[in-house]
């Protein structure tokens, strides 16, 4: 273990550092660097609009056009993670990272134009564009690693997919500050960043090899397979990956790659859906999206400083990218299943006193900073719990033929989160307000103890060896009852 451990440096940390440039480190990126230049933006399209029909817009009308354009990212996320069992098993994994940059140049010349030419469609579309080679680059991103990683250091080389979206974000919150480019005249230049990522990535990527997995499993180069993990690992002869990897392509016996609909439709794999989709959406619900949005007023009542408060906001990005190192350091000794239950758990405990201190505020000087305490342990603990481990399980709970289409279903579970999300919660707020913590601490709860009686553990197996695990759980009555029994088989 020590020595596999060893081996993450060199050209292994380097394919890890670029393949996340055209990943989640883009995402990340480009979620948070949108926040600071929105009131530039708001204005852009009031003077836009003005200039081209000659009379200012009214306010529902500003609001529509900047929240077709704040949306057309996740549309655009959505439509590249459905494609993505199709591009990689049409380009494999290395070309589909490789061609997918090839749109990000697309969008950056929409946005830098825009600008220029007066025109807030531009923006929507380019925010379409880039939501598109996230969305397809953040899916090729975790099955590109995942295929590419020795077993026993899958959970750590997996973590760093979303090590790096936090990375991405915390990168996004300072170049948006107004010292950096957080300023009117930059906005185009701000949001085209991500683009330039793409071109390291374009530049850079076609040195590394093809996943090994892939080569494998899908190509049947044996030889391909063992030079790939060679070049990244190190030397060696690899001999129990290389068999475990004919064991699960004789198990295949030649069957092609799953369809979303032939997946969903399995029988085989319902309980490996039914967990990515209860873990997902717990993760979407948890309510890491309105502490986010909510931290400012958080901090402000706290009494810190408004022009101190976007440095505090930094400080928790770089907690939470910090506890994923250390998250890195554990989910190969303590397992994925513990890190996810124990961490949903206390997320729960947290919203729970979270919604006491927002309702007590007034009483008591302290209160609202135990409140902030409370934002940094909870970012803390979804880092290094739930965020951190959630990578690695959705490339270990699908043999190979399942899997491109696991990544499409999952991709969809992400980007149509956030679809919903944008669309009920202001609702929510409105209807529940500090008490919504009562919800998100209900969800963390529900999904804590679903994966404490349900989920198995996955770490040191291979999929096979997980996909029995799957195979065995059962609830309500045996094997025999075949109505009543949730059961999967192989």
């Known amino acids: 273990m020590s020595r596999l451990l060893f081996q993450v440096r060199g050209k292994a940390l380097l394919f ?3 393949l996340s440039l055209g990943g989640s480190f883009q995402m990340g990126s480009n979620i948070a ?22 009379e200012a817009p009214g306010e529902n009308t500003v609001t529509l056009i900047w929240s077709t354009i704040a949306s057309s990212y996740a549309f ?16 494999g994994r290395k070309r589909a990272m490789i061609w997918n940059n090839a749109i990000s140049f697309v969008a950056l010349g929409t946005m830098i134009a825009s600008r220029f030419v007066n025109s807030f469609e531009m923006i929507m579309l380019s925010r379409f564009l880039f939501g598109f080679t996230t969305g397809l680059g953040s899916s ?48 185009n230049i701000l949001l085209s960043i991500p683009a330039f990522f793409s071109i390291i990535q374009m530049v850079t990527l076609p040195f590394f090899p093809e996943a090994p997995r892939y080569l494998l499993i899908e190509k ?74 909510h931290s400012f007023s958080i901090f402000q009542e706290a009494g810190i400083p408004v022009d101190k408060i976007r440095y505090v906001t930094m400080g928790v990005g770089l907690s939470e990218v910090l506890i994923k190192i250390t998250c890195g350091l554990l989910i190969d000794r303590v397992g994925r299943r513990v890190l996810l239950w124990v961490g949903f758990a206390i997320m729960a405990v947290i919203m ?82 500090s008490f919504i913590f009562v919800f998100f601490s209900c969800v963390c709860l529900a999904a804590s103890l679903y994966i404490f009686f349900i ?26 009852d075949m109505d009543l029994c949730l059961e999967t088989k192989l």
């Open 16 to 18: 890890i550092i670029v």
């Open 33 to 54: 660097l949108f926040s600071s230049p929105s009131p530039f933006i708001k204005s852009f399209i009031n003077s836009s609009w003005t200039e081209r029909y000659g």
């Open 76 to 91: 655009g996320g959505l439509f590249g993670s459905i494609i993505v069992r199709w591009i990689t098993n049409h380009l």
């Open 140 to 187: 090729i991103h975790g099955l590109y690693l995942g295929d590419s990683s020795p077993k026993k250091i899958r959970g750590i080389v997996s973590l760093s997919v979303a090590l790096f979206l936090s990375s991405g974000k915390l990168f996004g919150q300072f170049m948006g500050l107004s010292e950096i480019l957080g300023q009117e005249d930059w906005w």
């Open 220 to 293: 049947g180069n044996t030889e391909q397979c063992k030079k790939a993990l060679q070049f990244l690992w190190g030397p060696g002869d690899y001999k129990l990956e290389i068999e475990e990897m004919l064991l699960e392509q004789a198990a295949l016996r030649g069957e092609r790659s799953k369809t979303l609909l032939e997946l969903l439709r399995d029988r085989n794999v319902r309980w490996q859906l039914l967990s990515l989709l209860i873990i997902q959406e717990a993760i979407e619900f948890c309510g890491i999206s309105v502490l986010s949005l």
């Open 352 to 433: 729970a006193l979270m919604t006491l201190t927002l309702e007590l505020k007034d009483y008591s000087f302290w209160i609202p900073y135990s409140t902030v305490a409370l934002v940094f342990l909870f970012f803390i603990v979804y880092g290094g719990g739930p965020a951190g481990v959630m990578p690695s399980l959705t490339h270990e709970i699908f043999i190979q033929s399942y899997r491109s289409a696991a990544f499409v279903f999952m991709g969809i579970l992400i980007w149509g989160g956030f679809a919903v999300l944008g669309f009920i919660f202001p609702f929510l707020l409105v209807t529940l307000k």
């Open 455 to 480: 989920l198995p553990e996955t770490k040191g197996k291979t999929p096979l060896e997980i996909s029995e695990e799957f195979r065995n759980i059962r609830v309500f009555g045996s094997s025999t």
